[in-house]
């Protein structure tokens, strides 16, 4: 079972990135799936969560209503698009999977009340000023 995380970059402030976590060894439409970031010296944040059809989101106030967590359960691809980066969002992106039979609400989610079944292994993500 295998998570990868990708699009990860350099940015200048004000850009954009996309990225993609593709799953191996397991459907992700069983899934609740989680983008979570850690910078030097912090604590790791969920900072976007989405349900198994993509009807429901939960985004952290840091970078709601400028980033969009997206799914293709066809695909077995969780995506997260990113717009007007700034420089605090300098970080490692990680991508997560929860078994969406555990998982009550997406805010719970993104807040670490689940131990996550999957780990991705992180995209670097910097923006310059």
């Known amino acids: 079972v295998q998570l990868q995380a990708s699009g990860g970059g350099l940015v200048q402030a004000g850009g954009s990135l996309r990225l993609s976590c593709a799953a191996s060894g397991l459907t992700l439409s069983n899934y609740v799936l989680g983008w979570f970031r850690q910078a030097p010296g912090k604590e790791r944040e969920g900072i976007a969560c989405?349900?198994?059809?993509?009807?429901?989101?939960y985004y952290t106030d840091s970078v709601n209503s400028r980033f969009t967590i997206t799914r293709d359960n066809a695909k077995n691809t969780v995506y997260l698009q990113m717009n007007t980066l700034n420089p605090e969002d300098t970080a490692v992106y990680y991508c997560?999977?929860?078994?969406?039979?555990?998982?009550?609400?997406?805010?719970?989610?993104?807040?670490?009340?689940?131990?996550?079944?999957?780990w991705g292994r992180g995209t670097q993500v910097t923006v310059s000023s």
């Open positions: 997560a999977a929860e078994r969406a039979a555990l998982v009550a609400t997406m805010m719970g989610l993104c807040a670490g009340y689940y131990n996550m079944d999957y």
């Open positions: 989405i349900n198994t059809n993509g009807d429901s989101t």
